[in-house]
């Protein structure tokens, strides 16, 4: 039973640039989150989809911005790249109220 | 923002003995978990502790929950190297949503 899996697992882009990463979360999990990991800090919440609509946001810039699939896939998009937005970004997913599975990161440098 | 504060921010002991953890948050909460992370990589979910629950044990680990004191610990007995990583507990909140929000996390190393 795969876990879940993020795409790609490295990528480097130039300021001003726009980056789309993906998700697919563990078999059976129906809900998918974001996070962003600075190096040295926690995860912080970008957002959260379930059923296809965003159900709950962080205090991340319109700049990010997400989709959900039928098949519970879910791509995160940031635009007009800045050298701050350099993390690992995380891909959890979980079925009803119980912990999340998280994938491996994509680990996106900007320079 | 964060939560959690986790204390401490770095810790180093010898293969066999324990190690705790300490977790301290600001709201109310639904549930508290603690995750391990290795070297950069994903998370890996250890246990999840309900609002109404005091202590809870998974093998090698025991978790305390006081929401009196808005804090939770988390002990590993008999630590191996395999232990070494970074610890980071995170909340629930109450009326919040189910996102969860981290502490920074405490990097324990097990040398053998």
């Known amino acids: 039973d795969a876990g879940v899996t993020q795409s790609p697992t490295h990528l480097i882009k130039t300021r001003g640039q726009q980056v789309t990463l993906r998700c697919s979360p563990k078999s059976g999990h129906d809900t998918v989150s974001w996070y962003q990991q600075a190096l040295g800090q926690g995860p912080q919440f970008i957002f959260q989809?379930?059923?296809?609509?965003?159900?709950q946001r962080g205090n991340f810039p319109d700049r990010f911005s997400g989709h959900q699939f039928p098949n519970y896939s879910s791509e995160l998009n940031v635009n007009a790249l800045l050298l701050g937005d350099s993390a690992l970004y995380l891909c959890?997913?979980?079925?009803?109220?119980?912990?999340?599975?998280f994938g491996s990161g994509t680990r996106l440098t900007v320079v | 923002s964060q939560q959690g504060e986790e204390d401490p921010q770095a810790l180093s002991i010898q293969e066999g003995e324990n190690a705790t953890m300490n977790c301290s948050y600001k709201t109310s909460i639904n549930n508290l978990q603690w995750y391990r992370q290795n070297s950069g990589r994903g998370l890996v979910h250890l246990i999840l502790?309900?609002?109404?629950?005091r202590e809870k044990h998974s093998g090698r680990l025991r978790v305390t929950l006081d929401t009196s004191k808005k804090s939770s610990s988390l002990l590993i007995t008999a630590s191996r190297a395999a232990d070494t990583a970074s610890y980071f507990c995170?909340?629930?909140?109450?009326?919040?949503?189910?996102?969860?929000?981290f502490g920074k996390g405490t990097t324990l190393s097990v040398s053998s």
């Open positions: 989809y379930y059923e296809e609509e965003e159900r």
């Open positions: 959890a997913s979980r079925f009803d109220l119980g912990g999340y599975t």
């Open positions: 502790i309900r609002s109404n629950e």
């Open positions: 995170a909340t629930v909140a109450n009326q919040a949503g189910t996102a969860l929000i």
